[in-house]
């Protein structure tokens, strides 16, 4: 392939600002991916794609920071290099194939002499808008122009979907899906408490819990949420669901326990989906006892057999926490979107969270989590800066042209 250099924000080293270079795409890749006269080549499963938007994330930065392993062979790499290689963050992406492996191919002229609807087709194709998550564990990410990724990471884009609307919703939505479908699996009338309900994740939370008839609670930390929220009540309500209280965590955490229980008759909720936690960051000296006291009144407003969902982790429950979860039959579960991808033994089901997201997006059940105005390419450092200050109900995107 023709292509030798793309535009990217990379890192020359952990613990640095990206700089937006022109960068050898072969710098990127690891041995197999470079034929013998150097050229860019594609493995058998793989996809070139050209990259239209990228949605970022807590995870960029604690790449940035060193807090993520590269996989063996790039780290081998390293070790006989005198520079250390370029790396590309940005794993939640929309783009356009422009090429694609042997055996995506071949796959593609199998199914179109079958009897298949072409538009439903499990397979990428040249010219085709795809949305995808790109795993954590390879030196090449999607914040570049063009990025290479397995084609079992990707899902067709809608039409009428934009590029950045479908970035946007590829990490909270995995998240919300997950714990919904697979943690949760709850019944008409279930009373879901949404955790830091105005956040990207929280939203899609109370979003598509009301869609599918559950009662939802959601907490938010700051006038601005609160409002947010209030508004998003307001808009969603429905026959089947209803976002039936917005929780002020400033009045304390035992009056927000109070709430809750008076709000469920005190038998307490059936669910708990905890979407974000910067609960009690405020005051870093005290964080250790904010956060003891918030897993305390959350245990204690489970109801009997509930569920608590969390996507941070760094949870830990000492033996009387546990204890307590036990005795109430309930359950503790972790969420974490790049797990599809890292262990890809489940394509078939991140296919299907990704369908059903898509769908969703595209007939307005879900609305767009876009912040403010995207960044361009050129702007990438300030939209890292951005993301580290977490002052934005919305995500920031970067939209490459």
């Known amino acids: 392939m023709n292509i030798t250099t793309t535009r990217c924000a990379c890192l020359s080293n952990i613990n640095q600002e990206v700089s937006v270079d022109n960068i050898n795409i072969n710098q990127l890749l690891p041995s197999n991916n470079i034929d013998i006269d150097g050229n860019l080549t594609l493995g058998p499963a793989e996809v070139l794609i050209k990259v239209r938007a990228v949605a970022l994330s807590s995870i960029d930065t604690e790449v940035c920071a060193g807090e993520w392993q590269f996989n063996q062979q790039d780290t081998d790499k390293d070790k006989n290099d005198e520079e250390p290689k370029p790396i590309v963050t940005g794993y939640e992406f929309s783009g356009v194939v422009v090429a694609v492996g042997s055996a995506v191919a071949r796959m593609n002229e199998l199914l179109a002499t079958s009897e298949q609807d072409h538009d439903h087709l499990p397979t990428v194709r040249k010219g085709q808008a795809v949305v995808g998550l790109a795993p954590i564990d390879r030196r090449l990410g999607c914040m570049s122009e063009y990025t290479i990724q397995n084609v079992s990471c990707l899902a067709p884009k809608p039409a009428l979907v934009l590029h950045e609307d479908a970035a946007s919703i590829v990490g909270p939505g995995l998240r919300v899906i997950t714990a919904l479908h697979h943690h949760i699996s709850p019944r008409v009338d279930d009373t879901l408490l949404v955790v830091q309900g105005a956040s990207p994740t929280g939203r899609l939370a109370i979003q598509l819990a009301v869609h599918r008839g559950l009662r939802v609670l959601a907490t938010g930390d700051t006038t601005e949420e609160i409002n947010f929220l209030e508004d998003l009540g307001a808009r969603i309500g429905s026959r089947r669901g209803e976002l039936i209280r917005v929780l002020d965590t400033r009045k304390g955490i035992d009056s927000l326990l109070t709430e809750i229980l008076e709000e469920t008759g005190y ?101 767009t989590l876009v912040g403010g105005k995207t960044k361009s390419l050129g702007r990438a450092r300030e939209a890292y800066r951005e993301i580290k200050t977490k002052n934005t109900i919305g995500r920031v995107i970067v939209k490459i042209e």
């Open 267 to 367: 038998i307490g909720v059936d669910a708990i989906f905890e979407a974000d936690s910067s609960h009690g960051d405020s005051n870093p000296d005290d964080s250790n006892n904010t956060d003891t006291d918030f897993k305390r009144i959350m245990l204690e407003c489970l109801g009997t057999n509930g569920s608590y969902i969390t996507t941070r982790r760094d949870m830990q429950l000492d033996p009387g926490e546990s204890k307590r979860l036990a005795l109430k039959g309930a359950s503790l579960s972790f969420v974490f979107e790049q797990t599809w991808v890292l262990s890809p033994s489940k394509q078939g089901r991140y296919l299907h969270i990704m369908n059903e997201l898509m769908g969703f997006l595209a007939d307005g059940t879900l609305g």
